[in-house]
Nanobody, 115 residues
Framework: QVQLLESGGGSVQAGGSLRLSCLASGSVFYMNYMGWYRQTPGKQRELVAIVRRGTSPSYAESVRGRFTVSRDSAQNSVYLQMNSLTPGDTAVYYC?????????WGRGTQVTVSP
């Protein structure tokens, strides 16, 4: 069983930056991917950025060039550096991991960007 704990959300003005962190605890056997999704009320959860084993990170078109995802394999953690934030980035951000085919989700952290 893997537990994911996100941190780093908060409120910021447009143009500002935030850094999200996610730490996976428990026994991570074989990480296929770690990454971030986000969700706003009434909409489906959408991919923001993801790091898959053996490949370069991939990003949603809406965040490419502004967000950077990174992973610390030794710590089983993943980070999301978010720059040039806009009100459109306001959402609950969820960390996710695929551990040997088992997908886990964090509880989410709120990011609010004001104009």
């Amino acid at each position: 069983q893997v537990q994911l704990l996100e941190s780093g959300g908060g409120s910021v003005q447009a143009g500002g930056s935030l850094r999200l962190s996610c730490l996976a605890s428990g026994s991570v056997f074989y990480m296929n991917y770690m990454g971030w999704y986000r969700q706003t009320p009434g909409k489906q959860r959408e991919l923001v950025a993801i790091v898959r084993r053996g490949t370069s990170p991939s990003y949603a078109e809406s965040v490419r060039g502004r967000f950077t995802v990174s992973r610390d394999s030794a710590q089983n953690s993943v980070y999301l550096q978010m720059n040039s934030l806009t009100p459109g980035d306001t959402a609950v951000y969820y960390c996710t991991i695929d551990d040997a085919g088992h997908v886990y989700w964090g509880r989410g952290t709120q990011v609010t960007v004001s104009p």
